[in-house]
């Protein structure tokens, strides 16, 4: 069974960063990519970054050139880089990863809730 436990979550003024980790159970690096999610209070969960096996990565524009996602393979650990916060980026942030059909691969973990003070 595939594990995901999320952390580095915390309260942080605006402008100011945090680092999320990701550690991974199972073979969840030999899919297809890593991917970082949040879901705000009242609101749909929406991708954030993802972090392809081959090495490519996309963000989302709200965080793009903000947020900088990376991984250690041999940890099995995903990284999220996390500049510039802004009180919209407040919310609990999830890790998971693609299959080669975009599908899902593990079920959702606890996540790190991150709150940005204005």
């Known amino acids: 069974q595939v594990q995901l436990v999320e952390s580095g979550g915390g309260l942080v003024q605006a402008g100011g960063s945090l680092r999320l980790s990701c550690a991974a159970s199972g073979s969840i690096f030999s899919a297809k990519a890593m991917v970082w999610y949040r879901q705000a209070p009242g609101k749909q969960r929406e991708l954030v970054a993802a972090?392809?096996?081959?090495?490519?990565?996309h963000y989302a524009e709200s965080v793009k050139g903000r947020f900088t996602g990376s991984r250690d393979n041999a940890k099995n650990t995903v990284y999220l880089q996390m500049n510039s916060l802004k009180p919209e980026d407040t919310a609990v942030y999830y890790c998971n990863a693609w299959s080669e059909y975009g599908t899902l691969v593990a079920s959702w973990g606890q996540g790190t809730q991150v709150t940005v003070s204005s």
């Open positions: 972090l392809s096996s081959s090495g490519s990565t």
